[in-house]
T-cell receptor, first 113, second 116 residues
Framework: QKEVEQDPGPLSVPEGAIVSLNCTYS??????FMWYRQYSRKGPELLMY????GNKEDGRFTAQVDKSSKYISLFIRDSQPSDSATYLC?????????????FGAGTRLAVHP | DAGVIQSPRHEVTEMGQEVTLRCKPI?????LFWYRQTMMRGLELLIY????????DSGMPEDRFSAKMPNASFSTLKIQPSEPRDSAVYFC??????????????FGSGTRLTVV
């Protein structure tokens, strides 16, 4: 079992839809959680960064963490074709006094006009 | 801020040749990470450095892979000899690690390696 599980999709939605992307993790030692967006042939770019359980909002994006169920979500409101990309969840684990970033497989999202 | 800079952007080499990938982290960052991304395996952490010291290389697939960080502004990932199964996109990332909390975790644009 991978430490961070994510459905690879693909997920196809019409423009304007609400998108829900989800991950689960297995290690209670994970402290911080991130969502990255990766466009084709580009490096991942950080979208959201959360620590505690609950919601964090940034524009059309909301990150949700539920540590009791080890569940991470990213919601995109009013989705746009420019949101079409692969979305990767990641968890940070402290190992030997240093942090390690563990990624999910990534979910490919296509928003069609 | 120029971000994390990787070179070359693309590399095509023949099986058995040595390949060297290069990375310049963001100035002031003290942690550096090398990742490999493939369709089959996703994004895999190969090795990470803190203050130029290799901390965890458990992700390095085999002895053909080696990484160095001679100073705070430069790192290399070397594959010798290269094999077709090494074909992937290799990313470098850097962050500022303060008390175990990473700040500004940023990826480079990657090197697309093709071994024929």
């Amino acid at each position: 079992q991978k430490e961070v599980e994510q459905d690879p999709g693909p997920l196809s939605v019409p423009e304007g839809a609400i998108v829900s992307l989800n991950c689960t993790y297995s290690n209670s030692a994970f402290q911080y959680f991130m969502w990255y967006r990766q466009y084709s042939r580009k490096g991942p770019e950080l979208l959201m960064y959360t620590y505690s359980s609950g919601n964090k909002e940034d524009g059309r994006f909301t990150a949700q963490v539920d540590k009791s169920s080890k569940y991470i979500s990213l919601f995109i409101r009013d989705s746009q074709p420019s949101d079409s990309a692969t979305y990767l969840c990641a968890s940070i684990m402290f190992s030997g006094g240093y942090n390690k970033l563990i990624f999910g497989a990534g979910t490919r999202l296509a928003v069609h006009p | 801020d120029a971000g994390v800079i990787q070179s070359p952007r693309h590399e095509v080499t023949e099986m058995g040749q040595e390949v060297t990938l290069r990375c310049k982290p963001i100035s002031g960052h003290n942690s550096l990470f090398w990742y490999r991304q493939t369709m089959m395996r996703g994004l895999e952490l190969l090795i990470y450095f803190n203050n130029n010291v290799p901390i965890d290389d458990s992700g390095m697939p085999e002895d053909r892979f080696s990484a160095k960080m001679p100073n705070a502004s430069f790192s290399t990932l070397k594959i010798q000899p290269s094999e077709p199964r090494d074909s992937a996109v290799y990313f470098c990332a850097s962050s500022l690690d303060k008390g175990g909390v990473p700040y500004g975790y940023t990826f480079g644009s990657g090197t697309r390696l093709t071994v024929v």
